[in-house]
Structure formats: structure tokens, C-alpha cells
């Protein structure tokens, strides 16, 4: 048996899986079905006590005497379910995790034997939790511990991962032993936040590919004329080369080392994308690998940053984005709850998918003790061109949840 933390994961030998959830109080405990996109194909794909049964995937309530629990067999999954995640919330409306942590087992379903356990730390104002997720790797199954907080309930959780939650799923039976809970409360329209200020005209510095200084009086906007750029934090480049919009594929390769030999560090690469009022559009992460069409693609999970080249990469057609997709920023989270301060050479660069070429990189030199930083971001403007600007800004978030407001504040 093995105690898993935050970010673990573990190979499943077991074709089917129970992950039971158990707390000092009655836990709801749901499975999600989702596909490569990190959505649901339907709401039937929601496996609940009230929808107990869903491709692949059972659910089985304890009646209060024992823990609810999700089975996956996994050999039962459609080919385009990439993942299952089990979720839980406390029973009692409003309830928040604080001082109730709950604990996931793992077991193999047909034996019962004990394959891993998993206490998510540190939780608080959280009412709703994504515990673990079994997900295909390679041709391979394996479960990995999340611990990721909702402190919109399960409707949170549901809208995250495209369920319908503007009304409840027809009950066929009544639930044994406790009544059915409230209604999910209805999902809060995004806050509309005032667009920012224009940017006042004129020069910005200017940089020499090699090593980034303060341009000359009159020398204008750095652009990609001369080729590779390096930034330094808060200088920004117009993706513009020979004065045409670079309106092709490109590639944001992020990457680091850990600064102790020998110690693994799990970070996590992801992009948010703005609208024009720096509303939220949608995330790509780890555990959603494509949004806005495929115009946005993320390489997939590095857990260790060892080895050389960059650990993740998220590929972005700047000619297929939705006209409503102004502002892409992109961010690294450490999962696991190390701090920054334990990452060393991280960089993100970006790349001319067509070529390879290297066009801009950013070494982040300095660290703060936190969990998130904001690497870069990309701004479409007025005349359609794209601007990158290095940032190196550090948050207090292990996900990309965390990071979508002090995303759209640094927009």
C-alpha cells in the first residue's frame, strides 16, 4: 500500500479500481467520464447516487453506515474517455472540508486489496474536491492523487467539467437513508472588470538577442527583425518580423530544474485565455489538453523536470484563435506545494512551430517562496498583431485555478 501526495501518481496492475471516499461526516462521492478535451461527452457521463451507472463506471453509496465509492473498470471505458475523476462533497448544504479531511482508498475491486491512500492536507473554505483521477497514459491506466478545492460546491466542479447544472438530473429512486441535498446552486455569471488602460505610445526598449538592454532613444518597439529576442521581466516584443504579423503556429516551451540534485519537483505548465474585458474564457492544463477548437494544445504532465529541453509545451495557432481570445497567459504551478525557491534554470521560450526556431525566451532569475508564478503572456492588438512581455510575477497557488485572477488583474 502506498500513502500518495498531491501530484503522485501510480500505475494501476488492477483492470477494475474502487476509490472509496470516507470523512468524519456523510461525503457525496461522484465520478466524471472525460474526454482528451477534459470535458464530459454528456451529462450522462456524470456518475452520481442518482445516476449510479455510466460507461464503465459505477457508483455504490455506503446508506451512511460505510463511505460511498466510484468503481472504474477500466477495460469498459469508451476509447475516448481519457479519464475518470472522483469527486467529493460534504453531504450537509454549505459544509466546508475544514477540520473533516477526507481519505481516498484505492483498491482492486474484485480482491479488495488496499492499493494506495490519499489525505488531501491543508484544505479550508473548500465544499466541494476533485480526490483522484484514473487516467490513460501511454496505452497505460494509472491514479493520481489531485486534492483540487471548490469553494462553489459540486456545481463548480460539474460546470468545470462541461455538466449541465441548470436543473437536477430526474431522480429514478430516492437515496437510502438521508434525503436528496439541495439543488447545485446556479453557476455566477464571470465578472466583468473594467478593460485596461490604453498603453501610452511610445519607444520601448529595445533588445540584442544575446543579452537584453535599454534601447537607444527613437529606436522603437522590439520586433523579431534580427531574430531571436531575450527578454528581461516586463519587456515586451511584437511578434512581427520584416513588418508582417507572425500570424503561424507557435510553441511556448516551459521548463526548469529542480535545485536540489536528486530531488524530483512536479510542476505544472498551463495557459489561460482572456477576452477583451479579461474575462475568463478557458484553461489548458494537465488535465485539460485542448481548448478553443484545438487552437490550443498542451504536450502533457512532466512530473520530475528532469532531463534536458522543455518539460511541457503548449502549442498555440494564432490563426485559429476565436476573435473573442485577446489575451493568453501562461503559467507555472508547483502541484505538489513546493516553493519556487526549490526550482532552479526555470525559462519559458517561444517557438516558431514550423521551423523550430527559437523567437523570444525568458529566464526567470529571481524566486520567491510561492507556489504559482506567471511566466508570459501574449496580447493581441488592435491591428491583430501579438505582443509577448516577460513577467516573473510569483502567486500563492498550487493550480491553475488559482492563477486566473491574478491573470486577468496582470492583463
Not at 489531485?146 to 436543473?167: H, K, N, P, R
Request: net charge negative; with cysteine.
Amino acid at each position: 500500500m502506498t500513502a500518495m501526495t498531491p501530484g503522485s501518481n501510480l500505475p494501476l496492475e488492477a483492470v477494475r479500481v474502487t476509490v472509496e471516499v470516507a470523512a468524519p461526516v456523510r461525503l457525496d462521492v461522484s465520478g466524471l467520464l472525460l474526454a482528451a478535451d477534459g470535458k464530459v461527452r454528456s451529462d450522462a457521463d456524470f456518475v452520481f447516487y442518482n445516476q449510479p451507472s455510466g460507461p464503465g463506471v459505477s457508483h455504490r453509496s455506503g446508506g451512511g453506515a460505510g463511505p460511498d465509492s466510484v468503481t472504474v473498470d477500466t477495460g469498459a471505458l469508451p476509447p475516448d474517455v481519457e479519464r475518470v475523476v472522483v469527486t467529493a462533497s460534504p453531504d450537509a448544504a454549505g459544509q466546508t472540508f475544514q477540520g473533516i479531511e477526507p481519505t481516498a482508498t484505492v483498491r482492486q475491486a474484485d480482491t479488495g486489496a488496499v492499493i494506495a491512500t490519499f489525505t488531501p492536507p491543508q484544505l479550508g473554505t473548500e465544499t466541494a474536491l476533485v480526490v483522484v483521477e484514473v487516467y490513460r497514459r501511454g496505452g497505460a491506466w494509472k491514479v493520481r492523487a489531485v486534492g483540487q478545492g471548490y469553494a462553489d460546491g459540486l456545481a463548480g466542479i460539474a460546470t468545470d467539467f462541461g455538466v449541465s447544472v441548470e436543473e437536477e438530473p430526474a431522480a429514478p429512486a430516492a437515496r437510502p437513508a438521508a434525503p436528496a441535498p439541495r439543488p447545485p446552486a446556479p453557476v455566477s455569471p464571470p465578472v466583468t472588470v473594467p478593460p485596461p488602460a490604453p498603453v501610452p505610445a511610445g519607444p520601448v526598449p529595445a533588445a540584442p538577442p544575446a543579452a537584453p538592454a535599454p534601447a537607444a532613444a527613437g529606436t522603437g518597439k522590439i520586433n523579431l527583425d534580427k531574430g531571436r529576442v531575450s527578454l528581461q521581466k516586463n519587456q515586451t516584443v511584437s511578434l512581427v518580423k520584416h513588418g508582417k504579423p507572425l500570424l503561424a503556429q507557435v510553441k511556448m516551451g516551459l521548463g526548469w530544474e529542480p535545485a536540489f540534485r536528486g530531488r524530483d519537483i512536479d510542476l505544472d505548465a498551463s495557459v489561460i485565455a482572456y477576452g477583451p474585458q479579461r474575462n475568463h474564457i478557458d484553461s489548458c492544463y494537465f488535465g485539460r489538453l485542448s481548448i478553443l477548437g484545438g487552437a490550443v494544445k498542451h504536450s502533457g504532465d512532466n512530473l520530475t523536470g528532469e532531463g534536458a529541453g522543455d518539460d511541457e509545451v503548449i502549442t498555440v495557432d494564432l490563426g485559429r484563435l476565436p476573435a473573442e481570445a485577446t489575451g493568453l497567459v501562461f503559467t507555472v504551478n508547483s502541484f505538489s506545494g513546493q516553493k519556487f525557491t526549490e526550482v532552479a534554470k526555470a525559462y519559458c521560450r517561444l517557438i516558431d512551430a514550423a521551423t523550430g526556431e527559437e523567437l523570444v525566451r525568458f529566464d526567470l532569475t529571481g524566486a520567491e517562496p510561492q507556489t504559482g508564478v506567471m511566466m508570459a503572456k501574449l496580447i493581441r492588438q488592435f491591428s491583430g498583431e501579438w505582443e509577448m512581455t516577460a513577467m516573473g510575477d510569483f502567486v500563492k497557488s498550487r493550480t491553475v485555478r488559482g492563477m486566473v485572477k491574478p491573470g486577468a488583474d496582470a492583463l
